[in-house]
């Protein structure tokens, strides 16, 4: 155990006759590590692209919110009204009456 630990403390598994062995699980070794690198570098961009459509979503669901709140203010009867008030006519007394046409045959 002793004599393993210093060979590698001082680098002569690198060198010995078998060393070709070492060299290749040493660079498979180093694959897999710049694959996993890359791989949390991914995934990292993808959480933060997540965290900002969300928050772009919610920026974009509160304006339609708000959009569609003034619409219904816009079409309530007494803001139409008002907006006509001010452009000078005004609410009719006499209340509308339907038209029906009777076609011939």
Do not use: C
């Amino acid at each position: 155990m002793k004599k393993g630990v210093y060979s590698i403390l001082k680098g002569t598994f690198l060198v010995s006759d078998d060393a070709f062995r070492n060299w290749r699980f040493i660079l498979f070794i180093s694959g897999l590590a710049l694959v996993m690198i890359a791989s949390s570098h991914n995934a990292d961009k993808k959480v933060y692209e997540i965290a900002r459509l969300k928050n772009e979503v919610k920026e974009l669901r509160s304006a339609f919110v708000d959009g569609r709140s003034k619409l219904m203010m816009l079409k309530m009867e007494s803001h139409v009204v008002q907006v006509m008030q001010e452009k000078g006519l005004k609410v009719s007394d006499i209340p509308p009456k339907k038209i029906k046409v009777k076609t011939q045959n």
